[in-house]
């Protein structure tokens, strides 16, 4: 009878702790725009130009008078020569606006868009976004000789910052 009640115990137990983390968890849903602009923003790596550091600008709107909240800092490699795609891995760096102080960590494929509309993963974040993870949909909106506007649509969930535990002096782990 004392296991039955040990069960019973624990399975509440585990109800309030799971409900309680699910509790502190937020979601992100915005459309931000990122300027691709190879003149200014990114520069090759090696002499072949298959691998490009770039640094693109992240913006609240579509237009030139759009403000500036970030940065998209990272590498893009040329990996499939015949579909025309380049692998991104990038950090999302927010400096202004209401993010500001965060970060998304970002992967995935960009590049010929004959298929339509493409999706990056959201694999980490610091910040306000600590631990997201999510999604971003994205199009290309404004390609000429000289620039790209990538259209995103960041779905993601986070947990915010103040509700991670801070280190210090956890078992001697941490000075």
Known sequence: MASYYAIVVLSVLSFFIAAGHALDERVLQTTL??????????????TDSTAVIINWVIKDGPDATSNTIGHAEGLT????????????ITDMVFEGGSLAGST??????HGGMSSGPGQWS?????????MARGIIN??????DSTSRTFEICISAYYTTKYTIPVCGGIGGIFP
């Not at 602009?37 to 090696?46: E, I, W």
């Not at 959201?122 to 600590?130: N, P, Q, S």
Request: proline residues 2%.
């Open 33 to 46: 725009y990122i300027k691709q602009t190879p003149a200014q923003d990114q520069r090759t790596v090696g």
């Open 104 to 109: 998304l960590k970002v992967m995935g494929l």
């Open 77 to 88: 490699i040329y990996a499939n020569q015949a579909q025309s795609f380049w692998v991104t």
């Open 138 to 143: 994205y199009k290309i909106i404004q390609e």
């Open 122 to 130: 959201i694999m980490g974040g610091t910040g306000e976004l600590t």
